[in-house]
T-cell receptor, first 113, second 112 residues
Framework: SQQGEEDPQALSIQEGENATMNCSYK?????LQWYRQNSGRGLVHLIL?????REKHSGRLRVTLDTSKKSSSLLITASRAADTASYFC?????????????FGKGTHLIIQP | NAGVTQTPKFRVLKTGQSMTLLCAQD?????MYWYRQDPGMGLRLIHY???????AKGEVPDGYNVSRLKKQNFLLGLESAAPSQTSVYFC???????????FGSGTRLTVV
């Protein structure tokens, strides 16, 4: 069963604007990860935030995690046409995480030139 | 450094036929995973392996079998393909169970 749920399902913005995507999950996690998938391609790991962290940055990406609300957000600043893709959150749970990531259904982001 | 390589990239099967999807990684990763991606469903875990010679069931294992005879390879088998197995299949690997995954580029399988 799906653990993470992204919101919105689709987002269209102008180049240069910021894009924010949200993810909610149901049970406690070890970490939460964000991935990008370009059309017809595999997923690419963007960033990982552990359950004891509240915010993390990587280049133009900013991820926040609120474990009390069981939610995370991904902010992409100064968007570019190349950011057009689907973005997935994935949660990792107990047991050392060996039993796989649980993915949400994704947010499809379109950057209008 | 090729990362994770999946073969084949595309395949069309008739109902009842069998096939094997191959995943190979050259990063010395212990953990390997098979996912399927269907429209509107995100990715769902089929089987996974935490090391050479080990395999375990994921969320949707029925109709599939796997083997990990060598550390670098993880094979996904369909013994008797069904139209419900039409999907895009992704292999992934990770150094530890708690880190980020490296994905292959996928195999698009159509069962008619």
């Amino acid at each position: 069963s799906q653990q993470g749920e992204e919101d919105p399902q689709a987002l269209s913005i102008q180049e240069g604007e910021n894009a924010t995507m949200n993810c909610s999950y149901k049970t406690s996690i070890n970490n939460l990860q964000w991935y990008r998938q370009n059309s017809g391609r595999g997923l690419v790991h963007l960033i990982l935030i552990r359950s004891n962290e509240r915010e993390k940055h990587s280049g133009r990406l900013r991820v926040t995690l609120d474990t009390s609300k069981k939610s995370s957000s991904l902010l992409i600043t100064a968007s570019r046409a190349a950011d057009t893709a689907s973005y997935f959150c994935a949660t990792q749970h107990g047991g050392g995480g060996a039993d796989g990531l649980t993915f949400g259904k994704g947010t499809h982001l379109i950057i209008q030139p | 450094n090729a990362g994770v390589t999946q073969t084949p990239k595309f395949r069309v099967l008739k109902t009842g036929q069998s096939m094997t999807l191959l995943c190979a990684q050259d990063m010395n990763h212990e953990y390997m995973y098979w996912y399927r991606q269907d429209p509107g469903m995100g990715l769902r875990l089929i089987h996974y392996s935490v090391g050479e010679g080990t395999t375990a069931k994921g969320e949707v294992p029925d109709g599939y079998n796997v083997s990990r005879l060598k550390k670098q390879n993880f094979l996904l088998g369909l013994e008797s393909a069904a139209p419900s197995q039409t999907s895009v299949y992704f292999c992934a690997s990770s150094y530890t169970g708690g880190g980020g995954y490296t994905f292959g580029s996928g195999t698009r399988l159509t069962v008619v």
